[in-house]
């Protein structure tokens, strides 16, 4: 039997991971028992940093780290490889002339094959991958047959709330992964996180505990607020805080104002109807959250 507490407890340690406890449990489990892993959670929630995490504490370097970003172009031969026409011509069909894909190397090497947004994937494409996930074999016609390294796992991510270049997952590709959900994590932790990731130690006016405070006071706002679709993920509230630490007056309200609009304009998603604009939508909630706390 796994020790997950303990494995769990080293990768968070190693990989400086707060929170997402749980969640580390279930894909170590998932992991120990070969299957492979399905992250779904929306944009910003960590799931490449936990697949980079598993990967990496499972003796999987960057060599060996095979990432597939999924869109409507994404062919099958980008994926597992292909002949290439000029050496085939000089050599034939072998060895030599085969240009393996991320999916052949990293059965054949043993490491982790990481596909973002699998759900982007096409079908014909996903189609490739049947014999990989279920049986650890891939066919490749013409030359040979690859049976997959004893070290060789996928990671796949999707985000439920991703509408445009959206594919439906086959029921036979989704039955070859164990399904693991992502959420935004409590407010607590995202405060823990901003004051990781901004560099906050060397703050002016506001402390390191003040800037991340309010920072994910604001984001939180914008998942809450009924005229956004689509809230803000936590690198809005990283990028908030990083950029007000550079102003000489982190105590200005003008000044958060204008780093939320700037951090945050692209990473939320308006309700349809709206006559009020991005802009003046991240005005008000941050005036309100400034107004809430004991700001100054």
């Not at 002339?97 to 996903?126: D, H, V, W």
């Not at 040979?144 to 999707?158: C, N, Y």
């Not at 901003?194 to 800037?211: R, Y």
Request: with cysteine; charged share 25%.
């Amino acid at each position: 039997m796994v020790d997950t507490t303990r494995i769990v407890t080293e990768i968070k340690e190693k990989f400086k991971i707060i929170g997402r406890t749980e969640e580390l449990k279930q894909i170590v489990l998932a992991h120990s028992v070969g299957k492979n892993i399905l992250l779904e959670g929306n944009v910003g929630v960590g799931k490449t940093t936990l697949a980079r995490a598993i990967a990496k504490y499972y003796g999987t370097n960057d060599s060996n780290f095979y990432r597939v970003d999924c869109s409507e172009e994404l062919l099958p031969h980008n994926l597992v490889g292909y002949f290439d026409p000029p050496l085939v011509i000089a050599k034939g069909y072998n060895e030599d002339s085969y240009k393996n894909g991320p999916l052949a190397l990293a059965m054949l090497n043993g490491g982790c094959l990481f596909i973002n947004e699998i759900n982007r994937m096409p079908e014909n494409t996903q189609n490739s991958l049947l014999t990989a996930l279920d049986e650890g074999i891939l066919e490749i016609p013409k030359l040979k047959t690859i049976e997959a390294h004893k070290d060789f796992f996928v990671v796949a991510t999707q985000n439920p709330a991703a509408h445009v270049g959206v594919t439906v997952l086959g029921e036979a590709l989704k039955d070859r992964f164990i399904w693991i959900n992502l959420d935004y994590q409590q407010p607590e932790e995202e405060i823990l996180i901003i004051k990781q990731e901004a560099d906050l130690d060397h703050t002016v006016a506001l402390s390191a505990e003040k800037i991340a405070t309010l920072s994910q006071n604001i984001i939180q706002a914008t998942r809450n607020s009924t005229s956004i679709r689509r809230g803000s993920s936590i690198r809005g509230a990283i990028d908030m805080a990083t950029l007000i630490n550079q102003y000489e007056n982190t105590s200005s309200t003008n000044n958060w104002v204008e780093a939320a609009v700037m951090s945050l304009h692209n990473k939320i998603e308006l309700e349809d109807g709206l006559t009020q604009s991005k802009k003046e939508i991240i005005t008000n909630i941050v005036l309100a959250v400034l107004n809430k706390s004991d700001f100054q």
